[in-house]
């Protein structure tokens, strides 16, 4: 697609899946813009094109709640599909009636097609006037009994441009100073023998080759980091099947100083030949 401009018209039901949808693109990498006029998106378009590369990746999402300025959408579709510099998909997310009752009992909002009238009455009407549109889809998505991860993959799938690796971070801390608030999942090192009490070690951190080879050398460590490393192997590809956006490990002894950081660092190696990893030692630099 080397200069050309990517396109997707996220359309379809109302309660199918579009902010999800729009939500899920975004994360990887469109410029996401919603409920804009058929008849706008030439323009939009114009304007995409003169950003000087900037903008190669835009999703559109475009549905009834337009009223009348969505019924130019097929022409408007048409008009952009004759255009040489531009790779358009149109995505057209649909459920059956039933999935669409509950999702909309669940939310407790109205359908936004009809006003006043029963919810299902609005439903079957808003996928009558959808027909003609559901006819130039290039994809169509049945969202019915989709879990939220389910879209997201599917989507990631077919229009992301780049390898996904789900980003998982890594903290070293202190307890003594509160685990991560946003931490996923937390190891807990204070087990292994600590070499604060060592007088020659405690005036490094873990990252110092003294320090490390000193945690490292006890069978409890080498079990533990077996264990805890055949756990992570497991853990990040059910992670990123379920659709997990990222993934924060804790490794915490008591400063935050030496075993965790030796741990932290160990585990990033491993972690490093499957995964987006990123280190970070929260606490080392506390005790001076």
């Known amino acids: 697609m080397s200069g050309r401009i990517e396109i997707l018209v996220i ?5 199918a899946g579009k902010t999800l949808a729009m939500q899920s693109l975004e994360d990887i990498g469109f ?3 919603d409920n ?24 559109l999402a475009c549905d009834l709640r337009g009223g009348e300025l969505f ?39 109205p359908h936004p097609y009809v006003d006043g009238v029963r919810l299902l009455d609005g439903i079957q009407a808003e996928r009558q006037a959808l027909s003609r549109v559901r006819g130039e889809a290039d994809i169509i998505l049945d969202t019915s009994g989709w879990r939220a991860a389910r879209l997201k993959q599917e989507l990631a ?13 890594i903290i070293s801390f202190g307890f003594k100073y509160g685990i991560p608030i946003d931490a996923d999942m ?8 600590n070499p604060h009490y060592i007088e020659g070690l405690r005036p490094y951190t873990g990252e110092d080759k003294p320090v490390y080879d000193y945690v490292m050398q006890w ?32 490794v915490g002894c008591t400063g935050g100083k030496h075993r965790s950081v030796a741990i932290a660092r160990h585990l990033m190696e491993h972690v490093r030949l499957s995964a987006d990893v990123h280190l970070i030692h929260r606490d080392y630099g506390r005790e001076g």
Not at 158 to 167: I, N, T
Not at 220 to 246: V, W, Y
């Open 36 to 59: 804009l006029p058929p008849a706008l998106i030439p323009k939009f378009v114009e304007i995409v094109k003169q950003s000087s590369g900037s903008l190669r990746r835009v999703a």
């Open 186 to 193: 937390v190891f807990d090192v204070r087990f292994l023998p």
């Open 11 to 15: 359309t379809g039901m109302s309660g």
């Open 219 to 250: 069978p409890a460590t080498q079990e533990f980091l077996k264990r805890s490393e055949d756990l992570i192997d497991f853990l990040i590809p059910e992670f990123t099947k379920e659709g997990k956006s990222h993934l924060v490990i804790g």
């Open 71 to 109: 019924q130019p959408l097929v022409d408007t579709i048409s008009v952009l599909r004759l255009n040489q510099e531009i790779d358009l998909h149109v995505v057209f997310l649909e459920a059956d009636d039933q999935t669409l009752v509950r999702r909309y009992k669940e939310t407790r909002r």
């Open 157 to 169: 799938q077919r229009f992301s441009d780049r390898k996904f690796s789900l980003p998982v971070h």
């Open 31 to 33: 410029l996401c813009v």
